[in-house]
């Protein structure tokens, strides 16, 4: 069936259930996040053979001295098993709103249809009861309108808020049956918040991911694109190559999602947040037009959020989270990520190995045309390296190439041919260990690091590409991806350094 002819129903009506592909081929990535029950080398590099390629830390929960030994323990699980490298991942705390305490941190129930006041008088921050409830966001008088409503712990507790009294109090009903705690999380769905990108806490945080050199960032609850700025400007001239990753998580960061991609590294589609903040019906489509989006732009992209919760307890998963894992991928998502599977559950492993076997199964039914319909979307004069990687994906296609191998420094040549969705595996040669982890970003990415050192002289420097060229031939080989004779398509800069990809060579893989 031709790549570019065949049409998406003819296309899905080709599909072979059965046909399960090799483990080794899997394109997209799998993020998991760290807990108590996953924090050593060795049960790291279990999920590793299962199919982990990125380490997630949650800074909303957890003690430095917890982090760092994550951040070890990754690092020697790294060293212990041979294999592609493992990232490193930093997911902020970020701006958000909280309960204050109830006496003696007591559980107080609460009925549908009592009358509350909800206030940030500072003198109830730790006199919560059902008659009062104390916020720790100081502007929401100043924010919100009376017909609003107030979700506290996830939405388990709901308020409509019937007046502002005055710049300190609200009148409130509650909405259903629950619990008055202390501490809970509270969103303010249709309401515009002014709170700052980032705490003081977040701050300390990103230095602490500086001083440790870890690959990413995940930046919760950003709202515009100064909230990246900032973040870019706080990690500074030691935290240059870090990639930053918006979190979409309210309506503010959905209105002005355009004005973010431009200034993002990537995206996180969050959708435990972003369901209460919007109608759950609606974070569908907001998944979608996200995704869609970043791949047109080239520009990776985390679906992420109750993907596999029930295995949290159970070995297997519902059929619905499945598929939902299944439709992520089938929507164009370059990564998926386990929260509480891997962080606190019974089954992480098996976890990871489900949403292994669900992502490449995905991947076989993805649309071949998706290719051609980004390039003829994307804006056009392109750049040369752009230009070149687009060249490439079409070249792979006509030459029936195995693969596409890429010499990179900072890892956009990658990218951009990643941006294509070429139908072969993209296989990424670097010096730099950062980009080598950050390749996991990318669907269809293969990273390889090589060692050796830069050549001297511009004579040396043609030799050392043809070595790296045959160091990325031998370690797809020795994964099961290439073969002796098999043709490929060569990406190489005319020079060293960055920018200056703009040679494209089809070559055979000898012994």
Same mark, same amino acid.
């Given at each position: 069936?031709?790549?570019?002819?065949?049409?998406?129903?003819?296309?899905?009506?080709?599909?072979?259930?059965?046909?399960?592909?090799?483990?080794?081929?899997?394109?997209?990535? +799998? &993020?998991?996040?760290?807990?108590?029950?996953?924090?050593?080398?060795? @049960?790291?590099?279990?999920?590793? %053979?299962?199919?982990?390629?990125?380490?997630?830390?949650?800074?909303?929960?957890?003690?430095?001295?917890?982090?760092?030994?994550? /951040?070890?323990?990754?690092?020697?699980?790294?060293?212990?098993?041979?294999?592609?490298?493992?990232?490193?991942?930093?997911?902020? %705390?970020?701006?958000?709103?909280?309960?204050?305490?109830?006496?003696?941190?007591?559980?107080?129930? &609460?009925?549908?249809?009592?009358? &509350?006041?909800?206030?940030?008088?500072?003198?109830?921050?730790?006199?919560?009861?059902?008659?009062?409830?104390?916020?720790?966001?100081?502007?929401?008088?100043?924010?919100?309108?009376?017909?609003?409503?107030?979700?506290?712990?996830?939405?388990?507790? =709901?308020?409509?808020?019937?007046?502002?009294?005055?710049?300190?109090?609200?009148?409130?009903?509650?909405?259903?049956?629950? #619990? +008055? =705690?202390?501490?809970?999380?509270?969103?303010?769905?249709? *309401?515009?918040?002014?709170?700052?990108?980032?705490?003081?806490?977040?701050?300390?945080?990103?230095?602490?991911?500086?001083?440790?050199?870890?690959? @990413?960032?995940?930046?919760?609850?950003?709202?515009?694109?100064?909230?990246?700025?900032?973040?870019?400007?706080?990690?500074?001239?030691?935290?240059?190559? &870090?990639?930053?990753?918006?979190?979409?998580?309210?309506?503010?960061?959905?209105?002005?999602?355009?004005?973010?991609? %431009?200034?993002?590294?990537?995206? @996180?589609?969050?959708?435990?947040?972003?369901?209460?903040?919007?109608?759950?019906?609606?974070?569908?489509?907001?998944?979608?037009?996200? +995704?869609?989006?970043?791949?047109?732009?080239?520009?990776?992209?985390?679906?992420?959020?109750?993907?596999?919760?029930?295995?949290?307890?159970?070995?297997?998963?519902?059929?619905?989270e499945v598929s939902d894992v299944a439709n992520a991928i089938l929507?164009?998502?370059?990564?998926?990520?386990?929260?509480?599977?891997?962080?606190?559950?019974?089954?992480?492993?098996?976890?990871?190995?489900?949403?292994?076997?669900?992502?490449?199964?995905?991947?076989?039914?993805?649309?071949?045309?998706?290719?051609?319909?980004?390039?003829?979307?994307?804006?056009?004069?392109?750049?040369?390296?752009?230009?070149?990687?687009?060249?490439?994906?079409?070249?792979?296609?006509?030459?029936?190439?195995?693969?596409?191998?890429?010499?990179?420094?900072?890892?956009? *040549?990658?990218?951009?041919?990643?941006?294509?969705?070429?139908a072969v595996p993209i296989i990424m040669v670097t010096r730099n260990?950062?980009?080598?982890?950050?390749?996991?970003?990318?669907?269809?990415?293969?990273?390889?690091?090589? *060692?050796?050192?830069?050549?001297?002289?511009?004579?040396?420097?043609?030799?050392?590409?043809?070595?790296?060229?045959?160091?990325?031939?031998? =370690?797809?080989?020795?994964?099961?991806?290439? #073969?002796?004779?098999?043709?490929?398509?060569? /990406?190489?800069?005319?020079?060293?350094?960055?920018?200056?990809?703009? *040679?494209?060579?089809?070559?055979?893989? =000898?012994?």
């Amino acid at each position: 069936m031709s790549l570019y002819s065949s049409n998406d129903v003819e296309w899905t009506c080709s599909l072979t259930p059965g046909a399960h592909p090799p483990a080794q081929w899997r394109r997209s990535s +799998i &993020i998991c996040t760290i807990g108590p029950k996953t924090n050593n080398s060795e @049960m790291m590099n279990k999920l590793r %053979k299962a199919g982990m390629n990125v380490v997630r830390m949650n800074f909303s929960h957890g003690e430095y001295s917890y982090h760092q030994s994550v /951040i070890d323990n990754a690092r020697a699980a790294e060293k212990e098993q041979a294999g592609r490298p493992l990232a490193i991942a930093l997911d902020t %705390k970020g701006p958000e709103i909280r309960t204050g305490q109830t006496e003696g941190d007591a559980d107080l129930p &609460i009925a549908a249809g009592t009358k &509350i006041r909800i206030t940030c008088d500072d003198q109830y921050k730790q006199k919560c009861s059902t008659e009062t409830m104390y916020v720790d966001y100081k502007n929401i008088c100043k924010v919100i309108e009376a017909g609003r409503v107030i979700y506290v712990d996830d939405g388990v507790l =709901s308020f409509l808020v019937d007046k502002v009294v005055d710049g300190q109090n609200l009148e409130c009903t509650c909405l259903n049956n629950g #619990k +008055i =705690s202390s501490r809970k999380g509270v969103n303010l769905p249709g *309401t515009d918040v002014d709170l700052p990108a980032l705490s003081e806490k977040d701050k300390a945080d990103l230095q602490f991911g500086v001083k440790n050199n870890v690959d @990413m960032v995940f930046a919760s609850f950003i709202r515009r694109a100064d909230d990246i700025r900032e973040i870019r400007k706080c990690l500074g001239e030691a935290g240059r190559e &870090i990639r930053i990753i918006a979190k979409i998580e309210n309506r503010q960061g959905v209105n002005n999602f355009d004005e973010i991609l %431009k200034e993002t590294d990537g995206v @996180m589609v969050a959708r435990g947040d972003l369901g209460i903040e919007i109608p759950a019906p609606e974070v569908v489509l907001c998944q979608k037009m996200m +995704i869609a989006k970043c791949n047109l732009a080239g520009k990776p992209v985390i679906c992420a959020t109750q993907m596999l919760e029930s295995m949290t307890y159970n070995p297997r998963p519902t059929r619905a989270e499945v598929s939902d894992v299944a439709n992520a991928i089938l929507d164009g998502a370059d990564c998926v990520m386990l929260s509480g599977e891997t962080a606190k559950g019974s089954y992480p492993v098996e976890a990871v190995r489900m949403m292994h076997e669900t992502t490449i199964m995905a991947e076989t039914a993805i649309r071949p045309r998706l290719s051609e319909d980004i390039r003829l979307l994307t804006s056009r004069p392109t750049g040369t390296t752009e230009t070149v990687c687009c060249s490439a994906v079409a070249a792979a296609y006509e030459q029936s190439a195995k693969a596409i191998v890429v010499l990179s420094t900072s890892g956009d *040549t990658a990218r951009f041919v990643a941006k294509y969705k070429p139908a072969v595996p993209i296989i990424m040669v670097t010096r730099n260990a950062t980009t080598a982890r950050n390749g996991h970003l990318h669907r269809g990415v293969w990273p390889f690091l090589y *060692t050796k050192q830069k050549p001297q002289t511009g004579e040396e420097w043609q030799e050392g590409v043809d070595e790296r060229l045959k160091f990325g031939f031998d =370690s797809a080989r020795e994964l099961g991806i290439l #073969k002796t004779g098999d043709v490929v398509v060569a /990406i190489q800069g005319w020079r060293g350094g960055l920018g200056n990809s703009n *040679t494209m060579r089809i070559l055979q893989v =000898s012994d």
